[in-house]
């Protein structure tokens, strides 16, 4: 049997690629430090152990005990604007812990590396943003993204070690951690409406971005490794169509049937306008599962609904306090 770590896989990306590899056939390993996941998004039948890809040891002895044929890596502490003020805490866990599956994989043969990227790694570059073009990053976690894109085809050079990278963007969906209050704006929104609060809008919401569904992530992430033709390159995966986060949140306020009710807070440091190509990825891959953002919407805040609103989680280590967002 075919046996694939996934490290994240109680999180919201994770658990449904743990979810869709398990309906291939794969024998599942989830390695998740509960930080931002949940053990009730865990697929039934998968193999789960709590702890974290920067324990080095741990990470050992999981290659040496299974021998994975692939290796899935989605765990990562992903707000893009949190993280230009806990900058040690991104790389040790973003770069370091990538580094640490990196060595394991090679010693060990692993056919297959599927990291999971992001679209932070082109920064404020031309629209749409394309796979040729030479990344920018404008934050510490596009930064140790882009590192770790750059550690990987390095491995690949040197020891053989083959690859697919990933760069999904602003995605969507069942299991998201709504009460994240720094990353995930549509959670933010749905947990809010729940909490009878305002919809909180950094800067005047004119900003856009191509919110993606879920499937339109998780499925070509399970599904890349029996596609030869996707080893060693990079994909833009997620919607096409960019909206503002004023119109979002519009869509978000209609599924709960209440009126947008909007604070506007001070403009923060972001990148005004991010959507990218997907042509790449569909030519390898195929058509996206032509979920719109309406019916992405109306599906999440079904779930969203059952689960209720959720606390929202303070980060406890703050490393830099200067020019801190409002509302922080």
């Given at each position: 049997m075919i046996k694939s770590l996934i490290t994240g896989g109680a999180g919201f990306i994770g658990s449904h690629v743990a979810n869709h590899c398990k309906k291939k056939g794969h024998q599942?390993?989830?390695?998740?430090d509960l930080s931002g996941g949940f053990e009730d998004h865990l697929p039934e039948g998968v193999t789960f152990i709590k702890g974290s890809v920067t324990n080095e040891k741990l990470i050992s002895e999981l290659f040496e005990t299974y021998q994975?044929?692939?290796v899935y890596h989605l765990a990562a502490y992903a707000a893009e604007g949190l993280s230009h003020f806990i900058r040690r805490y991104n790389y040790h866990n973003n770069l370091i812990g990538t580094v640490n599956l990196i060595?394991?994989?090679v010693k060990h043969h692993v056919k297959c590396f599927v990291f999971t990227s992001s679209i932070a790694v082109y920064g404020a570059g031309q629209l749409p943003m394309t796979e040729d073009m030479v990344p920018e990053p404008e934050?510490?976690?596009?930064?140790s993204?882009?590192?770790?894109?750059?550690?990987?085809?390095?491995?690949?050079?040197m020891f053989g070690l083959p690859y697919v990278i990933f760069r999904p963007h602003n995605v969507y969906g069942e299991n998201q951690n709504i009460g994240d209050k720094y990353r995930n704006?549509?959670?933010i929104f749905m947990n809010q409406i729940m909490q009878e609060k305002p919809l909180t809008i950094f800067g005047d919401g004119t900003q856009t971005r191509a919110f993606s569904y879920i499937d339109d992530v998780a499925i070509p992430i399970a599904n890349c490794v029996?596609?030869?033709e996707a080893y060693n390159q990079v994909f833009n995966i997620g919607a096409d169509k960019p909206y503002s986060v004023n119109e979002l949140a519009s869509v978000v306020a209609h599924q709960f049937n209440v009126t947008p009710d909007i604070s506007y807070l001070k403009a923060r440091n972001e990148v005004m306008h991010a959507y990218s190509s997907h042509e790449k990825a569909h030519r390898i891959f195929g058509a996206g599962s032509g979920i719109d953002l309406n019916e992405g919407i109306a599906r999440m805040a079904k779930w969203a609904k059952v689960v209720g609103?959720?606390?929202?989680?303070e980060f406890s280590n703050i490393e830099i306090n200067k020019n801190l967002p409002e509302g922080w």
């Open positions: 599942v390993i989830v390695l998740d994975f044929d692939y060595n394991e994989s934050d510490p976690y596009g930064v993204k882009y590192a770790c894109e750059l550690d990987l085809k390095s491995a690949e050079d704006v549509i959670g029996d596609i030869p609103a959720r606390k929202g989680q």
